[in-house]
């Protein structure tokens, strides 16, 4: 049976205290993506600058200061390298399984060839799409 997986990236306003992860980010763009990955994926994960992969219900982390915009390749190369063992780790690198990415090309460029070739599915619903776009796409869909 094929599970769908989100993947949604980290914003970069905070609450001002430490939250679980899925309450750290507080923008209506991210609570647009995690009502979508939450309505409709079997499960949801957050991509996170500083941590890499993050259990939306996990232990309560510190707001932090990090993006992967504007980093070297070099840097978003090992970012991206952490990701993919840590999505090895809780066995989202099947054939049974969909990747959904919510996010920008900041956060899966590096990533999607060092994943492309353990047999998962990956879907990126809104690639190319401005940023505005983005908002208006989850708007309608959740």
Known sequence: ?????GLVSCVKTKRD???TPKNLYTPDYFEKMRSYAEQHHDDWWI?????GLLDPDGEPIEPYNETLTGLSVAKKR?????????LDNERLLTEETTLVLHAGKDYY??????IEDSGVTIEIPTE??????????YTERV
Do not use: D, F, N
């Open 1 to 5: 049976m094929t599970r769908e997986i």
């Open 17 to 19: 205290e430490p939250a």
């Open 47 to 51: 991509l996170s600058a500083k941590h």
């Open 78 to 86: 090992e970012w991206s390298e952490k990701v993919a063992e840590q």
């Open 109 to 114: 460029g590096e990533l999607l060839p060092l």
């Open 128 to 137: 190319g799409l401005y940023i505005g776009e983005k908002k208006a796409w």
